[in-house]
């Protein structure tokens, strides 16, 4: 294996701890319910919801599933969380790394 091979093998298996080590502790509730209280801060949600009743009023109730509209929503979702957001949760996950390291 390559010297990039194995830096890659290394870092899947560093985050691997990281986020089993997140899971364990009950970081990981605490980060999620930070994140949704940040989205909820911003208009986030509301903004999601609201083109979730576009969505649902173009298409037609009798034609839209949950799976539908996960699948349209969710690229549209993850690319507009503010970045101060991600910035806020990739640094608590600094943090928690440091302390626990």
């Known amino acids: ?6 830096r890659k093998k290394r870092e899947s298996q560093i985050r691997t701890q ?3 080590k997140i899971l364990e502790s009950g970081e990981r509730e605490r ?3 930070l994140l949704r209280t940040r989205l909820r801060e911003c208009g986030w949600r509301e903004q999601l919801k609201s083109q979730s009743r576009e969505l649902i ?8 599933t949950v799976d539908y509209l996960v699948k349209e929503l969710t690229p549209n979702a993850r690319a507009t ?3 101060f957001v991600k910035r806020e949760l990739l640094q608590q996950i600094k943090e928690y790394v440091d302390k626990n390291s």
């Open 18 to 20: 990281i986020n089993q």
């Open 1 to 6: 294996m390559d010297l990039q091979g194995n």
């Open 81 to 83: 969380v503010p970045d």
């Open 31 to 33: 980060l999620k319910e």
């Open 57 to 64: 009023a173009q298409k037609g109730l009798s034609n839209v």
